[in-house]
């Protein structure tokens, strides 16, 4: 079991250099019994280790133990910020103030996730790297040029991560603009709660305050309709495991061959408000999923099959992590009747997710030996 810390403290190691020879950092924020390793490559998160009911941490991220898994695996996008715009713009372009704009297409006849060198392929700089008695704090800093994979403007963009003594791990996204643009950013952090490389996730309970989402034709493209998840494989609503009806015989589901769905967060107000609860039955941990953002992006980890080899040195197959990625919906630039990405020189873009890890209390001893006896995954 790897030690905890009683101060909150930082550590910063090299962490390889980019094929054209960038040097990349990893940065480790250690704050009492949770610890997240951060990488300059993409600002992802590239490891994050919890404890379960009985103390024992385990990595809970998806993620590879040298930057050449990154590099050469990118389109995965573990742990990473993905940006300028996150998720799916359809047919690679859009039209703001009557100007066509056409970006670098990589899904196919569509734009993913910023193109195919998005943020996630970026080196960001560390620009803060602070501690205090309750917490340890890092903020990376990207500006993307004019025309960067198509994007109109310049765009300074900030994100903090902040691990506090409440074992939350905070995002904060900020994010200006010489002239106007659009921007969508999320973090793509894949999560496994009995522990990366443990096996599938389709036991974890998930629910979702969300009545709605926007249902997406063959090539995951939103259709622009907003419909109710009520009588649906997609109502998340009441704790419900995330394998139980994957399966279902139902053309949403058909389509992304499980979960990869934006859902409509019943939220209001300005502050991060409680979007959703991951509970793992298994190794008794749970994760809280708390925005200010208005849609929340469900993937079952689909696309992942056994080619793979995570930190731990096993592979991830399919639906072997998830993702709860908070956003604005995907294509919202081709939506008027989506929540608005556009940002202009006078507007400042601000963000922010938390991420609370927990236990679940109520699981005794004799329950965990029970699950882990029962539920899948890998010697």
């Given at each position: 079991m790897r030690p905890t810390t009683s101060t909150p403290s930082i550590a910063r190691e090299p962490f390889g250099s980019t094929p054209d020879d960038v040097p990349v950092e990893r940065l480790t924020l250690a704050v009492s019994d949770v610890e997240v390793s951060l990488i300059t490559y993409g600002a992802a998160v590239q490891q994050l280790w919890a404890p379960d009911p009985g103390g024992q941490r385990a990595n809970i991220a998806l993620g590879f133990a040298s930057l050449q898994g990154y590099v050469a695996n990118g389109g995965h996008y573990f742990g990473a910020v993905v940006g300028r715009c996150a998720n799916r713009i359809a047919r690679g372009g859009f039209t703001l103030d009557g100007d066509r704009h056409q970006l670098v297409r990589n899904d196919g006849d569509h734009s993913l996730h910023g193109g195919p060198r998005g943020f996630d392929r970026r080196v960001?700089?560390?620009?803060?790297?602070?501690?205090?008695?309750?917490?340890?704090?890092?903020?990376?800093?990207?500006?993307s040029a004019d025309g960067e994979m198509g994007y109109p403007a310049e765009l300074a963009v900030e994100v903090a991560y902040t691990l506090g003594e409440d074992r939350s791990l905070r995002i904060d996204y900020r994010a200006t603009t010489d002239r106007p643009t659009i921007v969508n950013l999320t973090n793509?952090?894949?999560?496994?709660l009995s522990g990366e490389g443990a096996g599938t996730i389709e036991d974890h309970v998930l629910t979702l305050r969300a009545g709605s989402y926007t249902p997406v034709d063959g090539a995951l493209i939103p259709t622009g309709d907003v419909v109710p998840v009520a009588g649906t494989p997609l109502d998340f609503r009441v704790p419900t495991a995330i394998g139980g009806r994957i399966r279902d015989v139902f053309e949403q589901i058909a389509l992304a061959r499980g979960y990869d769905h934006n859902y409509v967060l019943d939220r209001t107000g300005a502050s991060p408000a409680l979007a959703a609860l991951l509970e793992d039955p298994r190794s008794g941990r749970n994760l809280e999923?708390?925005?200010?953002?208005?849609?929340?992006?469900?993937?079952?980890?689909?696309?992942?099959?056994?080619?793979?080899?995570?930190?731990?040195?096993?592979?991830?197959?399919?639906?072997?992590?998830v993702a709860l990625e908070t956003q604005h919906y995907p294509d919202s630039p081709n939506r008027k009747n989506f929540p608005s990405t556009v940002l202009r020189p006078d507007d400042v873009f601000e963000s922010s997710t938390i991420l609370r890890f927990g236990v679940s209390s109520s699981l005794r001893a004799a329950d965990r030996s029970s699950a882990d006896s029962g539920a899948p995954g890998r010697a």
């Open positions: 960001w700089r560390v620009t803060a790297a602070t501690t205090d008695s309750h917490r340890a704090r890092v903020v990376f800093s990207y500006t793509h952090a894949l999560w496994n999923v708390h925005t200010t953002e208005p849609g929340l992006q469900l993937y079952s980890g689909n696309f992942l099959d056994g080619t793979l080899t995570g930190t731990s040195g096993r592979t991830y197959g399919r639906h072997e992590g």
